[in-house]
């Protein structure tokens, strides 16, 4: 079986989430590609029998410019599963996957969150100097995300079996009213770059390698100058610090993020599913 991860991570908890359960269906053998969501994402899913979407938790629900790409990819009717993580608030976040899947998807085959703190490093240093005790996602949660993927393939078989199978509601999200209220005001773009803080670049840093502008930033906020020193489209930023933990020399810094240290895991967990 092939079963086809998409994520959106901009610090790397979740991408580590996907990674996990992407163990789990590998233990039975199955093949798992991991895609990482960028504004560009047309994923074709002809060749994959179940399609995993997940995303990170940005004011009680998926950034806005997640749902929005995901709503503009085709899911041909595949059964699907959602997974995210946050700070331990996911909010509305697992059922704004579910709303922008379910119109070009198939059945949904259930859901899960991890929690995933520790990002504050990367846009608020000084509350987590020097280094974190942990980074990521806690060993429990590390566990659940393989035993995940048990569950969706038990799931898959029983709807195979049966010929009339009744919708099961635990299998969808709630909806959360409160935290969508909330989520109207807290999460349009440039309001996520203003939490985050506006982006600088120390210009007696920068290498010109024009990573972030090509490799990271999701949300194509990022463009090069003639002298290939970044820019940034604060309008379009969603707050993911992708582009502050990414570069390799740390010019990139904003007011909240300005003493930050490049975080270990960022580059294996990342990088790696992009080069
Ligand atoms: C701008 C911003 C807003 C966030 N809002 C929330 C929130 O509302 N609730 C929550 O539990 N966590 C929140 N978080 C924490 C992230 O959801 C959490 O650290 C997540 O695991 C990050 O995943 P990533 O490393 O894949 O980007 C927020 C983080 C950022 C940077």
Same mark, same amino acid.
């Given at each position: 079986?092939?079963?086809?991860?998409?994520?959106?991570?901009?610090?790397?908890?979740?991408?580590?989430?996907?990674?996990?359960?992407?163990?789990?269906?590998?233990?039975?053998?199955?093949?798992?590609?991991?895609?990482?969501?960028?504004?560009?994402?047309?994923?074709?899913?002809?060749?994959?029998?179940?399609?995993?979407?997940?995303?990170?938790?940005?004011?009680?629900?998926?950034?806005?410019?997640?749902?929005?790409?995901?709503?503009?990819?085709?899911?041909?009717?595949?059964?699907?599963?959602?997974?995210?993580?946050?700070?331990?608030?996911?909010?509305?976040? =697992?059922?704004?996957?579910? $709303? @922008?899947?379910?119109?070009?998807? %198939?059945? *949904?085959?259930?859901? !899960?969150?991890?929690? +995933?703190?520790?990002?504050i490093r990367s846009w608020m240093p000084k509350l987590s100097?020097?280094?974190?005790?942990?980074?990521?996602?806690?060993?429990?949660?590390?566990?659940?995300?393989?035993?995940?993927?048990?569950?969706?393939?038990?799931?898959?078989?029983?709807?195979?079996?049966?010929?009339?199978?009744?919708?099961?509601?635990?299998?969808?999200?709630?909806?959360?009213?409160?935290?969508?209220?909330?989520?109207?005001?807290?999460?349009?773009?440039?309001?996520?770059?203003?939490?985050?803080? =506006?982006?600088?670049?120390? $210009? @007696?840093?920068?290498?010109?390698? %024009?990573? *972030?502008?090509?490799? !990271?930033?999701?949300? +194509?906020?990022?463009?090069?100058?003639?002298?290939?020193?970044?820019?940034?489209?604060?309008?379009?930023?969603?707050?993911?610090?992708?582009?502050?933990?990414?570069?390799?020399?740390?010019?990139?810094?904003?007011?909240?993020?300005?003493?930050?240290?490049?975080?270990?895991?960022?580059?294996?967990?990342?990088?790696?599913?992009?080069?």
């Amino acid at each position: 079986m092939k079963v086809a991860l998409l994520f959106f991570s901009g610090t790397g908890i979740t991408a580590n989430f996907a990674t996990e359960i992407a163990k789990g269906f590998q233990y039975h053998k199955n093949v798992v590609d991991l895609i990482r969501i960028k504004s560009d994402l047309q994923v074709d899913l002809t060749k994959y029998d179940i399609v995993g979407i997940g995303s990170q938790t940005y004011s009680f629900r998926a950034p806005r410019l997640v749902t929005r790409i995901l709503h503009h990819q085709d899911f041909q009717k595949k059964p699907f599963f959602l997974f995210c993580t946050s700070g331990g608030m996911p909010g509305n976040t =697992l059922w704004n996957l579910y $709303k @922008s899947v379910k119109r070009t998807g %198939g059945y *949904c085959l259930g859901f !899960i969150d991890g929690i +995933g703190i520790t990002n504050i490093r990367s846009w608020m240093p000084k509350l987590s100097s020097p280094k974190p005790k942990f980074w990521g996602l806690n060993h429990g949660d590390c566990e659940q995300a393989q035993q995940f993927g048990n569950l969706i393939l038990d799931r898959l078989e029983k709807i195979k079996n049966l010929s009339s199978f009744s919708k099961n509601k635990k299998w969808i999200p709630n909806f959360q009213i409160v935290t969508s209220i909330w989520s109207i005001f807290f999460t349009w773009r440039w309001e996520m770059a203003l939490t985050v803080g =506006l982006k600088h670049v120390d $210009k @007696s840093k920068c290498k010109m390698c %024009g990573l *972030c502008a090509t490799t !990271i930033c999701p949300s +194509g906020a990022i463009t090069l100058t003639v002298s290939k020193i970044p820019k940034f489209n604060e309008w379009k930023c969603v707050g993911c610090n992708g582009c502050v933990n990414l570069c390799p020399t740390t010019a990139i810094w904003s007011i909240r993020s300005k003493n930050h240290h490049p975080y270990d895991h960022y580059n294996k967990s990342i990088i790696n599913f992009d080069l």
